[in-house]
């Protein structure tokens, strides 16, 4: 079984452009999850997708959204880059979405903001 | 407030030790406990987690973890360790009795074996 796939794996953007992650979801799983990991920060939840709509996104501005697709894959977008976007981004999915069900990780996206 | 602490941020162990890898939890409900772990430039891959029954929790590579609510702890251990064990790991409790799905990270700890 394939497993949560991103692309691209490494991305390098100035100030101010804009960016689009994206994430594949393993067969068969609804929910996506979106998660930031900067350096000195730690994993900070971002937006969680289930069934094409958005149902929960953490403490970021608006600047940070996304969307999920009918085959349950899901872009971020980021505008306006800041230099403390860069980070590695993080794509999670899971079966249900609903209560108690395990994300699974892809590897990742790493954005350099210069 | 709902968190995950992680006390050690950085563990040393001779390969073929046993390591212990502590975990503390605040949290108002029933807590969902996961394990990650995360080798460098590496997305996240799960050990084990807790969600109901026995206490004590087997996962991959050997890894176990104890929960113990008394104490608000959720260990991970491994009775040998391998070279191949170097990496950070992750604790995480879900947010799932309020539904918001997102997980609540503690800050890692990074494990280095020495020979």
């Known amino acids: 079984e394939a497993g949560v796939t991103q692309s691209p794996t490494h991305l390098i953007k100035t100030r101010g452009q804009q960016v689009t992650l994206r994430c594949s979801p393993i067969?068969?799983?609804?929910?996506v999850y979106w998660y930031q990991q900067a350096l000195g920060l730690g994993l900070q939840f971002l937006l969680w997708?289930?069934?094409?709509?958005?149902?929960n996104r953490g403490n970021f501005p608006p600047r940070f959204s996304g969307r999920q697709f009918p085959n349950y894959s899901s872009e971020l977008n980021v505008n306006a880059l800041e230099l403390e976007d860069s980070a590695l981004y993080l794509c999670?999915?899971?079966?249900?979405?609903?209560?108690?069900?395990?994300?699974?990780f892809g590897p990742g996206t790493r954005l350099t903001v210069l | 407030a709902q968190s995950v602490t992680q006390p050690d941020i950085h563990i040393t162990v001779s390969e073929g030790a046993s390591l212990e890898l502590r975990c503390n939890y605040s949290?108002?409900?029933?807590?969902?406990l996961f394990w990650y772990v995360q080798s460098p430039g590496q997305g996240l891959q799960l050990l084990l987690k807790?969600?109901?029954?026995?206490?004590l929790v087997q996962g991959i590579k050997g890894f176990e973890a104890e929960f113990k609510r008394s104490q608000s702890s959720f260990n991970l251990r491994k009775p040998s360790v391998h070279w191949s064990d170097a990496a950070e790991y992750f604790c995480?409790?879900?947010?799932?009795?309020?539904?918001?799905?997102?997980?609540?990270f503690g800050q890692g700890t990074t494990l280095q074996v020495k020979p």
């Open positions: 067969s068969g799983h609804t929910s």
């Open positions: 997708y289930d069934e094409g709509e958005e149902r």
């Open positions: 995480a409790v879900g947010d799932f009795s309020s539904n918001t799905g997102k997980l609540i």
């Open positions: 999670a999915s899971s079966r249900q979405g609903a209560r108690s069900d395990t994300q699974y």
């Open positions: 949290y108002g409900a029933t807590p969902y």
């Open positions: 807790y969600f109901s029954g026995d206490t």
